[in-house]
Every structure is written in structure tokens, then in C-alpha cells.
């Protein structure tokens, strides 16, 4: 058991794909880092390096002390779920479990012990003689993962395991999958698309993009305090709500510049952040849509919307709102040609199961003010003073 | 219009089954006849009109062929030679072939194009230059000259055959057993061999086919007749008997024995979608 240490770690493809780029990261012993990102951002590449299975272009990669970059994937002792699972045809679902033992000389009675028991905890003890032709893409997906589970690897390398599970079984797994870990004590590196995954698992979570770090931090951290904008936009579901602005001074203080409405920024966040001046470039403005709530009156701190669709999910309903000007018709085009932000009149809102709004209604929108975020406008980088 | 593209899918299937069955009498026709002369006493075997059902059947060939001129002894001479030389060749060039198929290593390109240059060469030019060779190895009049060259000969296009299916078997799975701590002969015992057994079984059968049927190098490096191959042994007949032809065919009946043999212990290997399931596609 030990830790992994990325230390400038570069992968290259030929001159022109840069799939990992200057990774810097020490995984510690024991922990479980989540790795997300949007596809082709370098994940697996990330992993199939710590593996031996891909060269290292530039930078160090260590398991303990060990520097591993030149040592063999055979003599890493590394326990890997493929993300296209890879189970040896041939075997049943029994010899691919054991299969790993085997190599590591584990003696035969123990390794049935073991087999059973993980297979048992996977929910597939059924299938031990079945050949993995005759499994579905969720029971594959659980060998693959049986197979990593029974060895205690130095490291756990986890490439979106539940990604073929129905909605329960994920549940179920993503307990498991924690529940080992904790037991074995193994660092391990997972690679998910899931928020909930995301959110839950981890010890921390490292968000990635182009293959570049872009910030690793616990959950809650990295939820409450994105580094930037495209960190505070990837976590969450739905994403934080980020809208262009500029900033003007009024009687009570700053206001951001939304379309035709303004909102006072409290003066707290003058100090808390570093907010351009107010003639300045702008920021970009973003807030959760669980912190936009339904207002019955007006007040300075809330906005005008119409709502433009409704998306109920059960528990919750999203409300994707525009701003609208003051006599409440036209949406304003607040900023054009922005990359960070899709849509720059929009709102996403998070109500209740029960609100009783429809498309086409005008909404007095209040943004609570203890949870507001702000980004350089070029950079993207988080304003707060300290981040 | 659904009557009538039933009614046409009815004359193409016909027509098909005909020219089938006319193709299948036409190869099986001398076999029958080989098979059903084999059967007959010496006198009709020429008689005319030919018969294709022996009026009067009698397994006197047979015997008469196992028993003559040391017959058992070329049988299981042939046999040993094939057998070996099937073993060898495929062992040897499926290790070449998966050297081929997945390792980088200097100069691979060209020791493929030398395989392929092997494939190339009619082996009849080979005759004299592998006479000599074989004169310094000491191999002249020996069985093992025999195993030797006639493995060889097999290599390349067995290496060739092996490397494409090779290079079919999904990475990712060497991959996984690389992770699992497996090293290169582990995957190729445990993961390349099983998964090509189709693959395997053709090139075994073309060898051992080739193998049990050779007939001019035999002849070339063989002189004592107690190392004679079968095909030497059925040749004899002719000359030695005025060409009694029942002898002759009922020794190439018996010849054909242990090549349906292995016909029968391979096909079960033609399993189609063995490596199905593997990975996700
Ligand atoms: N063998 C390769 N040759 C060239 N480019 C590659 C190779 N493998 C990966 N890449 C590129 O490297 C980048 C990172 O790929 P990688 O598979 O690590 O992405 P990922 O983050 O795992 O994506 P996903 O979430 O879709 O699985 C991509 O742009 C990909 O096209
Ligand atoms: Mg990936």
C-alpha cells in the first residue's frame, strides 16, 4: 500500500495531442482521489500511465518512494477496471477473478475464499462458471470490478466502473466499491462522469481539463469554492449559473450590470474578493441554482424573469429563466460573443416539486446573496482573496 | 409480389442446390470410385463396363496391403513424421507469429518480408540447395530430415496465418493480463493461444496435410526403405505389382484414415465468436 505522486507529469501523442499536461498531484496512502473532467480531457491516459501501459512524455510518476516511470506495469502491483472492461473471453467469471491470484501465487484454497467473497459482495456469485460472453453489460461490468477487488494492490485504478448499471445497482456498487476501499486502505484513482459518484465517494476530487489540473480539493470545497469558472460550471447538476457582468457603483454600493436590472453586490464580498473596479472589465457572475429563489415582491436584491422552460425530475423541478427588462417583455442580450457562458440570460433555477409555475410566467427571482461567486474575465480565475 | 418473390427465391435455391450437388458429385466421384475399387477383387477391377458397385466385394486388399512390403512400418513412420512436424510448426511459428504481432523490436519489418519472400518460393526450387544442407546437418536418411525441413517449409505460411488473427485479438485484453501481473508468456499461453484456437487448428491441419502427403523430399533424402513415408510406401505398388490397382487405392484409403481423424478432432475448434463479451464494443 502506498501513495502516488504525480510530479509534472506530460503525455504526448505524436507533436501535435497533448493528453496530460504538467499534472502535478500526490494521491496520499489510503485515500481516494475521484478524477472528473469532460471526455478526452486525459483521464484514462492519466491512469494508463500510473498502469505502465503508456509512456510518460515528461515528469515523474511515483507508487511510495518508488519512482516508477521505466519499472514494468507487471512489477507495479496495480489493480485496474478498464473502462471497456477487458475480461479474458475464455475464462469464466470464476478463472478471471482468480486469475490475478494466480499470477501473484496466492495459494488455491485462499484464492476460492476470496473469489467467493468478492463475488458475493458484487452480487455475482450466480455466475461464477459462466463465460463472459453469456453475461450482460452490467455483470460484465461487476467482474471487472470483482477482478480488481480480490488482490490488495498498491493502488486501486477505477475507470467509470458503474458507467453500465441501472440506477440501483449503482447505488449499491458505489457503497461496495467505498466500503473496500476503506477496508483495504488502498490509495485509489476513479474516473467518473457521475456527480453523485463525484460528490459522494471521494476523499477529494480532482477536476481535469485539456489535461490540465484544475483544482483538487474535498467535495464540499470544491462545490462551495471553485477555483474558476469552468470548475464552478462542471460540478453541480445542474451546472452554476454564470453570467457576464459589469460593475457600477450606485448609493449602496456595487451593483452588477445585468441587462436593463441591476443587483447590489453586499459589501462584504469588496473585501472577501478582489472585484475589478467598477469601470473595469466586468466579472463573470455565477450563482447555484439552488440559490435562486421565487420572490413575491420585488426588492433590490432580486431580478425579473420569465420563465422559458420547465424540466420536473421528480424531487425537484429546474426552471430555466430570462431576464427580462423592466416592463417584463423582452429578453436583453446582456454580453455577446462569451465563451465561458452558453446562454447569458439565462437562469437555471431549482424549485420545489410543487411550485406551481408555467412557461411564460414572470418571476421575481431573488439571488441569495451569501453564495454569490466571481470570475476574472479573461482568466476565469476565482476572485475570492485567498483562492 | 410477395407470391412471386417467394416463387424466385424458390428457383434460386434450386438452382443453387443443383450446381452444389453437381459440384460435390464431381469431387466425390473419384474418391467413390477409389473407395469402391478398393473393394474389388483384382480381376474386375478393370472389367468394362466399370462397375461403380462391386458385384462381389471382398477386404483381401486391405489386408494384403497392410501386410505387404513393411506397410504398417511406413504408417506409423508417416505418422510420427506428421504428428512431430505439426507440433513443431505450430508451436514455432506461433511464437514468430506473436513476436510479429505485438512487440516493437529492430529490424521486424524486414524479418516479416523474409517470411513472406519464404512464401513465395516454389518449394521444388528448394530441392537441391535444402539437399545440401541437409547433407551437412547430417539429416540425409533420417526421419528427423525429414520433420525438420517439412517444418520449416510450413513456417511461413503458418507464421502468416497466425499473425493477422493474432493482431485481431483485442490489446486491451493483453493489457488487462499485464495489469494482473502477466508477462509475455503468460499472455501468450494463457491468452493468445486459447483465444486462437480456430486459427490454430487450420494451420495444424494444413500442416499436418502437408506434412502426411509429402512425397519428392521424401524420396530425395530417404534410401533405406525401413524409414520409408507412406506416400513412398504407396508408390511402391505400382511398379512392384504391375500397378495392381485395387492394392494402391486400398492403401491411399487407409492413408486418408488419420486425415479424417484430425479433421474430426479439430472441428470442434471452429467455434465461431470465441472472443465475444471481452471487451466493450
Ligand atoms: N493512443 C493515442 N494516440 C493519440 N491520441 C490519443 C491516444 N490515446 C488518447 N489520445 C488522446 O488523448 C486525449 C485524452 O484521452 P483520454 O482517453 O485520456 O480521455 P478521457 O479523459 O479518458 O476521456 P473519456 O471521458 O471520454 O474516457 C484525447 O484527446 C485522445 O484523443
Ligand atoms: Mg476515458
Same mark, same amino acid.
Not at chain 1, 484454497?109 to 468478492?118: D, K, L, N, S, Y
Not at chain 2, 540425409?140 to 493482431?167: E, M
Given at each position: 500500500?502506498?501513495?502516488v ?41 492519466l ?10 512524455t ?23 477496471v ?121 476523499d ?16 464540499q ?18 451546472p ?142 476565482s ?5 | 409480389?410477395?407470391?412471386? $418473390? ?5 428457383? =434460386?435455391?434450386?438452382?443453387?442446390? %443443383? #450446381? @452444389? +450437388? !453437381?459440384?460435390?458429385v ?14 474389388k ?35 506409423? $513412420? ?5 504428428? =512431430?512436424t505439426?507440433?513443431?510448426? %505450430? #508451436? @514455432? +511459428? !506461433? ?14 519489418t ?50 502468416f ?33 486459447p ?15 502437408a ?17 520409408y ?25 487407409i ?10 478432432i ?14 466493450k464494443?
Amino acid at each position: 500500500m502506498a501513495s502516488v505522486t504525480f510530479q509534472n507529469v506530460n503525455k504526448r501523442f505524436g507533436e501535435d495531442v497533448v493528453a496530460v499536461d504538467d499534472f502535478t498531484l500526490t494521491v496520499e496512502d489510503g485515500e481516494f482521489l475521484i478524477l472528473v473532467g469532460p471526455s478526452g480531457c486525459g483521464k484514462t491516459t492519466l491512469l494508463r500511465m500510473v498502469a505502465g501501459l503508456e509512456d510518460v512524455t515528461g515528469g515523474e510518476i511515483r507508487i511510495g518512494n518508488k519512482l516508477v516511470n521505466d519499472l514494468p506495469p507487471t512489477e507495479r502491483d496495480i489493480a485496474m477496471v478498464f473502462q471497456n472492461y477487458a475480461l479474458y473471453p475464455h475464462m469464466t467469471v470464476y478463472e478471471n477473478l482468480a486469475f490475478p491470484l494466480r499470477q501473484k501465487k496466492v495459494r488455491k484454497e485462499q484464492a476460492r475464499h476470496r473469489v467467493t467473497e468478492v463475488a458475493e459482495l458484487l452480487g455475482i456469485g450466480e455466475l461464477l462458471g459462466r463465460k463472459p460472453r453469456a453475461l450482460s453489460g452490467g455483470q460484465r461490468q461487476r467482474v471487472a470490478i470483482g477482478r480488481a477487488l480480490v488482490r490488495e494492490p498498491q493502488t486501486f485504478l477505477m475507470d467509470e466502473p458503474l458507467s453500465n448499471l441501472d440506477a440501483q445497482l449503482r447505488v449499491e456498487m458505489r457503497l461496495e466499491i467505498a466500503r473496500i476501499q476503506r477496508l483495504l486502505g488502498v490509495a485509489t484513482v476513479y474516473v467518473t462522469h457521475d456527480q453523485i459518484e463525484a460528490m459522494t465517494m471521494g476523499d477529494r476530487v480532482a477536476v481535469m481539463r485539456g489535461g490540465k489540473l484544475q483544482q483538487c480539493d474535498t467535495p464540499q470545497d470544491l462545490y462551495d469554492h471553485p477555483k474558476n469558472d469552468f470548475v464552478a460550471g462542471f460540478m453541480g447538476s445542474p451546472p452554476m449559473n454564470l453570467l457576464r457582468a459589469d460593475l457600477e457603483s450606485t448609493d449602496a454600493g456595487v451593483a452588477l450590470v445585468l441587462g436593463a436590472q441591476r443587483l447590489a453586490v453586499p459589501s462584504s464580498y469588496a473585501t472577501s474578493h478582489h472585484l475589478p473596479r467598477v469601470d473595469g472589465p466586468g466579472v463573470v457572475f455565477g450563482v447555484r441554482p439552488e440559490d435562486v429563489e421565487v420572490r413575491d415582491v420585488s426588492s433590490a436584491d432580486s431580478l425579473i424573469t420569465r420563465v422559458e422552460r420547465r424540466e420536473a425530475l421528480g424531487a425537484e423541478i429546474l426552471v430555466h429563466l430570462s431576464l427580462v427588462d423592466a416592463e417584463g417583455d423582452n429578453a436583453i442580450v446582456v454580453n455577446d460573443s462569451v465563451a465561458v457562458v452558453a446562454r447569458p440570460t439565462m437562469l437555471v433555477a431549482k424549485m420545489g416539486p410543487r411550485s406551481g409555475v408555467s412557461v411564460g410566467d414572470h418571476l421575481q427571482v431573488r439571488l441569495n446573496p451569501d453564495h454569490f461567486h466571481f470570475f476574472d474575465m479573461n482568466s476565469g480565475l476565482s476572485l475570492r482573496r485567498g483562492a | 409480389m410477395v407470391v412471386g $418473390n417467394v416463387r424466385r427465391a424458390h428457383t =434460386v435455391m434450386s438452382a443453387r442446390l %443443383v #450446381l @452444389l +450437388s !453437381a459440384g460435390a458429385v464431381l469431387m466425390i466421384l473419384p474418391f467413390a470410385y477409389m473407395l469402391s475399387t478398393s473393394f474389388k477383387p483384382n480381376a474386375l477391377v478393370l472389367s468394362i463396363p466399370p462397375q461403380f458397385l462391386p458385384h462381389q466385394v471382398t477386404t483381401s486388399n486391405y489386408t494384403q496391403a497392410w501386410s505387404s512390403n513393411q506397410f504398417g512400418h511406413y504408417f506409423v $513412420n508417416s505418422l510420427w513424421v506428421a504428428v =512431430v512436424t505439426t507440433l513443431a510448426s %505450430v #508451436l @514455432l +511459428s !506461433a511464437m514468430m507469429a506473436y513476436a510479429l504481432a505485438r512487440f516493437q523490436f529492430p529490424g521486424r519489418t524486414v524479418a516479416f518480408g523474409l517470411i513472406l519472400v519464404g512464401l513465395m518460393v516454389p518449394g521444388l526450387m528448394m530441392l537441391i540447395p535444402q539437399f545440401l544442407l541437409a547433407k551437412k546437418l547430417l539429416l540425409l536418411n533420417s526421419l528427423w530430415g525429414l520433420v525438420v525441413f517439412y517444418t520449416g517449409g510450413n513456417l511461413a505460411l503458418n507464421t502468416f496465418l497466425l499473425r493477422s488473427f493474432f493482431q485481431d485479438i483485442p490489446w486491451e485484453l493483453e493489457e488487462a493480463m499485464v495489469v494482473d501481473g502477466g508477462g509475455p508468456w503468460t499472455r501468450f499461453w494463457r491468452l493468445i493461444l486459447p483465444l486462437s484456437r480456430p486459427a490454430l487448428a487450420v494451420v495444424a491441419i494444413f500442416t499436418f496435410l502437408a506434412s502426411w502427403d509429402e512425397f519428392t523430399w521424401a524420396l530425395t533424402i530417404i534410401n533405406d526403405p525401413s524409414k520409408y513415408t507412406l506416400p513412398i510406401g504407396i508408390a511402391l505398388f505400382q511398379g512392384q505389382h504391375s500397378t495392381s490397382w485395387g492394392l494402391v487405392f486400398a492403401a491411399s484409403a487407409i492413408a486418408i484414415g488419420p486425415v479424417i481423424a484430425i479433421f474430426a478432432i479439430f472441428q470442434r475448434q471452429f467455434v465461431s465468436g470465441i472472443a465475444t463479451g471481452a471487451v466493450k464494443a
